[in-house]
C-alpha cells in the first residue's frame, strides 16, 4: 500500500469546481496521496448552494430505470458517508422523514396505490386533516395538501454537508486555488488549465465538477470526448412573513 501510494503521490489532480461533488472527490482521492488541487473563482456562488439536499429513494415511485438504480445506490452510500463525515462534524445528519404532499385528488389517489403496493417500505398515508401537517397548512393556507411520508428518505443541509467537507479537506494535503478556469486543452500525456490570470496549470488528470461551465472549457470534438452534464432541480419559496424558518419543518 506505501508503495502505492508513493507513486500516486506522484500523479497530480486537478479538480475544477469546489462544490459538493468536487470536495467530496478531493477527499476520496487524499486517500489514495494524489497531488490535488481545487481550482474555484468563487465557492459561495457554485450550484451546491441552492441544492435542496433531498435523498429520495423509497419515496420515488418510479422502480425500474438507471434512475431507479443510481437512487438505490444513494439511499446505501450516503448513511456510510454520513457517519464517516460525522467525525469531522457531529451536526452532520440525515432529517428524516421526507414528506411528498399534493392538492391534486388524482395524485393523492396514486400515491396511495403506491404506498399500498409496497407495504415493507416504511412508506405512510398523510390524509388532508392530520395533525402532522399543520404548521404547512399554516403557510399554504386553501390548499389541502395530503401525500405520504417516507421514513426511510430525508434531507441533508447542503450548506452543512460543505461545512464539513471544508474540515475534513483542511486535514487533508489539498491545494485551493481562487481563480477560474477558462480553457482546458491535451498536450501529449498531460493537461493544460488556462486560468483567467493568465497563469497556466499542467496535471495529469482533471476532473470537471462544474456542471454546464464544463462544456466551456473543453472542446469535445478535438479531444474525443462526449460531454454531458448532470443537473439537478431546486425551488425557492418564499412567504412575507419574515419570522417563519421553512428549515424548521419537516422535509416535503
Not at 452532520?92 to 399500498?116: H, Q, Y
Not at 402532522?132 to 443541509?157: A, T, V
Request: proline content about 3%; charged content about 25%; aromatic content about 8%.
Amino acid at each position: 500500500m506505501n508503495k502505492l501510494k508513493d507513486k500516486f503521490n506522484k500523479i497530480k489532480i486537478i479538480i475544477v469546481g469546489s462544490g459538493i461533488i468536487g470536495k467530496s472527490n478531493a477527499f476520496e482521492l487524499s486517500k489514495y496521496g494524489f497531488d490535488i488541487t481545487i481550482i474555484d473563482q468563487d465557492e459561495m456562488q457554485n450550484s451546491s448552494n441552492a441544492a435542496l439536499g433531498i435523498l429520495m429513494g423509497k419515496i420515488y415511485q418510479k422502480r425500474k430505470g438507471r434512475s431507479w438504480i443510481l437512487r438505490q445506490k444513494s439511499s446505501e452510500l450516503w448513511p456510510k458517508w454520513i457517519n464517516i463525515l460525522q467525525r469531522y462534524n457531529p451536526k452532520l445528519i440525515i432529517e428524516k422523514p421526507l414528506f411528498k404532499l399534493t392538492s391534486d385528488l388524482e395524485k393523492f389517489k396514486k400515491l396511495t396505490t403506491f404506498v399500498n403496493n409496497y407495504p415493507n417500505d416504511d412508506l405512510e398515508i398523510v390524509e388532508a386533516n392530520s395533525y402532522i401537517l399543520n404548521p404547512i397548512n399554516k403557510i399554504f393556507k386553501g390548499n389541502k395538501l395530503q401525500g405520504i411520508i417516507s421514513h426511510q428518505d430525508g434531507r441533508i443541509n447542503p450548506k452543512i454537508l460543505l461545512e464539513t467537507l471544508n474540515i475534513a479537506l483542511k486535514t487533508k494535503n489539498i491545494k485551493t486555488i481562487n481563480n477560474q478556469v477558462i480553457q482546458i486543452e491535451k498536450k501529449i500525456q498531460k493537461w493544460n488549465l488556462k486560468l483567467k490570470s493568465g497563469e497556466i496549470l499542467t496535471s495529469e488528470i482533471v476532473i470537471l465538477c462544474n456542471s454546464l461551465d464544463s462544456l466551456k472549457l473543453i472542446n469535445p470534438e478535438l479531444h474525443k470526448i462526449k460531454l454531458k452534464p448532470v443537473l439537478g432541480q431546486a425551488i425557492e419559496i418564499f412567504h412575507e412573513d419574515k419570522n417563519i424558518n421553512f428549515l424548521s419543518y419537516q422535509n416535503f
